[in-house]
């Protein structure tokens, strides 16, 4: 007897006319037997196959993870090349001129003159020069200026009228911008007194102002913020002839309304000049008397 090709059978003997035939029979009803075999196990794959699908199946999760990972950072790349300012060329911002820097529009306009609402009662009005400006809320600012920054009798009055201006400092924060807006400097200042004026309570304080030389002085700051009034003053002497704090009262005390159709103004100054001073009212006779000369409150 034979073995067959496959180890553990053995091929039967056939003995007889037609050997051949018979073993081709044979090797069909073999073929049979393994066939249902293989379909009674579930069809199951060699060994090797199976291997290698486990492996396959266990890089598949890492090489999605990697190509979700590439798509979101190219999608992130893109959006950030989106956003990103893009730098100018240089040749095209050589030949373009830079664009002017301009200032917000100022909110005061000047005045004509001639449009003098204020006067010194007793002053000559040739020694005082008067600026006015109005605000585009329809505020109004007047300034009255006797004399420069250190010539005796020196004096500067800010008044604001329908002005409302941002919530009050110290007085010497006041004082301090006053002056940097009439072109001088605060050397020395002190903490405003109490001080009584026809137009009501005011702080007083002396104080000394730089311009070209430095020249002592007397400040004085007034509100009446029910009526949107304001002054700011100050008066200024020598050496030889200091200012005291009457002096600037004094001064105070001469401010009038010249002109204007402001009904609540008038009645404000009405009512104050009839608080007047009788040695202020003197002094304004005799320096009317002497036309001229600059006044001495």
């Known amino acids: 007897m ?3 090709a496959e180890p553990g059978l053995h091929e039967p003997a056939f003995d007889g006319p037609a050997p051949q035939a018979a073993r081709r029979r044979h ?19 060699p060994p090797g ?14 090489l999605r993870m990697m190509l979700v990972s590439g798509a ?17 060329d240089p040749e095209v911002s050589l030949l373009q001129p830079p664009k002017p820097l301009l200032a917000p529009p100022s909110p005061w306009q000047p005045l004509p003159r001639g449009a003098a609402l204020y006067a010194l009662d007793g002053v000559d009005p040739r020694l005082v020069t008067v600026e006015a400006r ?24 800010r008044i604001l009228r329908n002005v409302a201006e941002s919530a009050p400092g110290s007085f010497y924060v006041d004082l301090v911008r006053q002056a940097a807006s009439a072109g001088v ?5 002190g903490h405003g007194e109490p001080v009584a004026t026809k137009l009501g309570p005011a702080e007083g304080a002396a104080v000394t102002l730089a311009g070209s030389g430095e020249q002592a002085c007397q400040a004085l700051r007034l509100q009446h913020p029910e009526v949107q009034f304001a002054i700011q003053a ?15 009262l004094c001064l105070i005390d001469r ?7 402001d009904a609540a103004l008038k009645v404000l100054f009405a009512q104050a000049n009839q608080r007047r001073t009788q040695a202020c009212q003197a002094a304004s006779r005799v320096a009317a008397a002497q036309p001229g000369r600059p006044a001495r409150p």
């Open 27 to 45: 090797r069909r009803v073999v073929d049979s037997d393994e066939e249902d075999v293989g379909q009674d196990s579930g069809n199951a794959r």
């Open 185 to 189: 400097a605060v050397v020395r200042g």
């Open 72 to 88: 979101c950072v190219a999608v992130l790349a893109y959006f950030a090349e989106q956003r990103a300012p893009q730098e100018p």
């Open 134 to 157: 109005r605000h585009t809320a329809g505020g109004r600012e007047d300034v009255l200026t006797i004399g420069v920054l250190g010539e005796p009798g020196h004096a500067r009055l």
């Open 2 to 4: 034979r073995p067959f």
């Open 234 to 248: 100050w008066i200024c002497g020598t050496e030889a002839r200091p200012v005291f704090e009457a002096e600037l």
């Open 255 to 261: 401010l009038t309304v010249a002109a204007g159709e």
């Open 49 to 62: 196959r199976r291997a290698r699908t486990k492996v396959r199946r266990r890089r598949l999760p890492w």
